[in-house]
């Protein structure tokens, strides 16, 4: 009976060191996407492994690649998505809770309990919500959180030749998003909706942030 319970005792004890630490690791994930226009040459690869990968129907988008003539007039192209804000403003105007933001920053539907009332889509700032016309409900980018599920990167960013697009954990300070944000200059959309968006790009042009 002794060694049955030192051991029911160990085991227990065990069990509350590793959770609180896997626990902990969840919390600090943020993951959040690097755009370079100046890299992005407008090929279409992420449009079209999206559309793939998600099986997004003919006629909308989860991400799209706006083009831009400057100034100077140079041609820039500009992948756009949702952002998945810090603050999103898609999640309070839902009536049956059916977006929400994930402890990692994700901001997600759940079809089931979407009405397709499109109340969110007209709170997005970015236009990056749109009305499935297959499934009824809104649809956006999920980061392909599925393929993050298995360790795999968003289809968007695999697909893309020029590598104008890089993802991963803003809570991994050795990581390649967190080192580019910490010491590049970088932008993100519409920064007087304060939304604090989690797509941050560098060489983003002044005609593509409105």
């Given at each position: 009976?002794?060694?049955?319970?030192?051991?029911?005792?160990?085991?227990?004890?065990?069990?509350?060191?590793?959770?609180?630490?896997?626990?902990?690791?969840?919390?600090?994930?943020?993951?959040?996407?690097?755009?370079?226009?100046?890299?992005?040459?407008?090929?279409?690869?992420?449009?079209?492994?999206?559309?793939?990968?998600?099986?997004?129907?003919?006629?909308?988008?989860?991400?799209?690649?706006?083009?831009?003539?400057?100034?100077d007039g140079n041609i820039?192209?500009?992948?756009?998505?949702?952002?998945?804000?810090?603050?999103?403003?898609?999640?309070?105007?839902c009536p049956t809770g059916?977006?929400?933001?994930?402890?990692?920053?994700?901001?997600?539907?759940?079809?089931?309990?979407?009405?397709?009332?499109?109340?969110?889509?007209?709170?997005?700032?970015?236009?990056?919500?749109?009305?499935?016309?297959?499934?009824?409900?809104?649809?956006?980018?999920?980061?392909?959180?599925?393929?993050?599920?298995?360790g795999l990167l968003p289809?968007?960013?695999?697909?893309?030749?020029?590598?104008?697009?890089?993802?991963?954990?803003?809570?991994?300070?050795?990581?390649?998003?967190?080192?580019?944000?910490?010491?590049?200059?970088?932008?993100?959309?519409?920064?007087?909706?304060?939304?604090?968006?989690?797509?941050?790009?560098?060489?983003?042009?002044?005609?593509?942030?409105?």
């Amino acid at each position: 009976m002794r060694r049955r319970e030192l051991l029911k005792f160990a085991l227990g004890a065990a069990s509350i060191l590793i959770l609180p630490s896997s626990s902990a690791q969840a919390k600090h994930k943020r993951y959040a996407m690097l755009i370079d226009a100046t890299r992005c040459y407008g090929c279409m690869a992420c449009v079209a492994a999206c559309a793939a990968e998600n099986n997004v129907p003919i006629g909308v988008f989860r991400t799209w690649v706006e083009r831009h003539v400057r100034k100077d007039g140079n041609i820039t192209f500009v992948p756009k998505q949702c952002n998945h804000c810090e603050n999103p403003p898609c999640v309070k105007p839902c009536p049956t809770g059916a977006t929400f933001k994930r402890d990692d920053g994700l901001v997600l539907i759940d079809d089931e309990t979407c009405i397709g009332c499109g109340a969110c889509i007209q709170a997005c700032p970015y236009g990056a919500r749109f009305a499935n016309p297959v499934k009824g409900v809104a649809d956006k980018c999920t980061f392909c959180e599925h393929r993050l599920a298995k360790g795999l990167l968003p289809a968007c960013v695999e697909a893309c030749p020029a590598a104008a697009r890089v993802f991963g954990d803003l809570g991994d300070p050795e990581g390649e998003v967190s080192k580019i944000v910490e010491s590049s200059n970088v932008l993100v959309l519409k920064a007087w909706a304060h939304t604090d968006p989690k797509i941050y790009y560098r060489n983003l042009p002044k005609e593509a942030d409105v």
